[in-house]
């Protein structure tokens, strides 16, 4: 038997909307894939069963549903097919993009590659069009991928067409340069495709915020602003958005802590956070801290409601 779930409230950022427009709840999540957790990940501290799937397929579905999002932007998507067929029963449709390379492949009990994935409500929003790119880094492919979706609103046919794209960065330390090369690619794409129209990117960066990529992402033109800044009176990005402990690969025997922000909501100025999810507490997500039977991901998911501002 699964232990309970934690109960995350909202922060409410703005209650006086004069000119209210349509609001859009967003959520972004690193799902955590699940060739990779039994794999390379090495949670040190992480019980064995919260990583089987049969723990773990209820606990993603859960979370996915729980808050209603009409936009859900998910990294480490290796389930795709389980997902589309669960989200499916609830009116959601899905559109997937593989990583070229997935490193699930490299690992004996895999389901397939893991990528991106957007999954729309699709009584609430409708899809004008979409695209999947790779990222490029000086004019080479990568092994990094995008997916990115225009919506309308159903029954608001005087608001603009919003465009969402979701994206993972590179990982690990050593790889600041090509984060930014690669957030330098996708911001030069979206500038192109949506000029100055109302645009959301959600993803892990695998950057905190005293990263280049960061910098170059607040600096755009696009305009864009971090959600989870909107949480802080200081304006300043939550503490950690994953906090982990694995094996050390330096001194055997030993771990290694990892918390960190590094998966973000940003949204241009067209929109107003009006909700954020709350970051748990360190106490809430327990002494080992993530994944866990009750966190099926070492991330944790951001859910933002953004008012189209007339
Ligand atoms: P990344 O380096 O971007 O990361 C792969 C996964 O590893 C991520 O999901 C990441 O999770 C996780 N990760 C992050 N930190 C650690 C850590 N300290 N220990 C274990 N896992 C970690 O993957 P690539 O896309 O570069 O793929 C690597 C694989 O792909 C190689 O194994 C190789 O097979 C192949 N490859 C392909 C290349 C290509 O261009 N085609 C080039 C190089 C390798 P999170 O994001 O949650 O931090
Ligand atoms: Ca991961």
């Given at each position: 038997k699964l232990p309970p779930r934690l109960k995350r409230e909202f922060f409410v950022c703005?209650?006086?909307?004069?000119?209210a427009g349509p609001v859009i709840r967003v959520m972004q999540w690193n799902i955590l894939a699940q060739a990779l957790c039994h794999g390379s990940d090495n949670f040190i501290l992480c019980p064995k069963e919260a990583l089987h799937w049969e723990n773990r397929n209820l606990r993603v579905i859960e979370e996915l549903l729980q808050?209603?999002?009409?936009i859900l932007c998910l990294q480490e998507v290796d389930k795709f097919e389980f997902v589309k067929e669960n989200l499916g029963k609830v009116g959601y449709e899905g559109i997937f993009f593989p990583k070229?390379?997935?490193?699930?492949?490299?690992?004996?009990?895999?389901t397939g590659p893991d990528g991106c994935a957007i999954f729309y409500a699709a009584d609430k929003v409708k899809l004008i069009s979409q695209k999947c790119i790779v990222l490029e880094d000086d004019g080479y492919e990568t092994n990094q991928v995008c997916v990115i979706c225009t919506f309308g609103i159903i029954g608001n046919d005087h608001t603009p067409s919003f465009t969402v794209a979701v994206t993972h960065l590179k990982a690990k330390s050593g790889f600041e340069e090509l984060r930014f090369s690669q957030g330098s690619y996708l911001l030069r794409y979206l500038e192109k495709m949506v000029e100055s129209g109302p645009v959301i990117v959600c993803g892990?960066?695998?950057?905190?915020?005293?990263?280049k990529v960061y910098a170059a992402f607040k600096a755009s033109v696009l305009g864009l602003q971090s959600?989870?800044?909107?949480?802080?009176k200081t304006k300043s990005e939550p503490d950690y958005t994953t906090w982990k402990f694995r094996g050390s690969r330096r001194s055997p025997g030993g771990r290694e802590e990892s918390c960190k922000t590094i998966d973000y909501i940003w949204h241009s100025k067209h929109f107003r956070p009006k909700g954020i999810l709350k970051i748990p507490t360190g106490e809430d997500l327990?002494?080992?801290?993530?994944?866990?039977l009750v966190f099926p991901s070492d991330h944790l998911s951001l859910v933002c409601d953004l008012q189209l501002t007339s």
């Open positions: 703005d209650e006086n909307d004069k000119n808050y209603s999002p009409q070229p390379d997935s490193p699930c492949l490299d690992f004996r009990h895999h892990d960066f695998n950057a905190d915020p005293k990263e959600s989870y800044t909107y949480l802080s327990g002494e080992n801290k993530l994944p866990s």
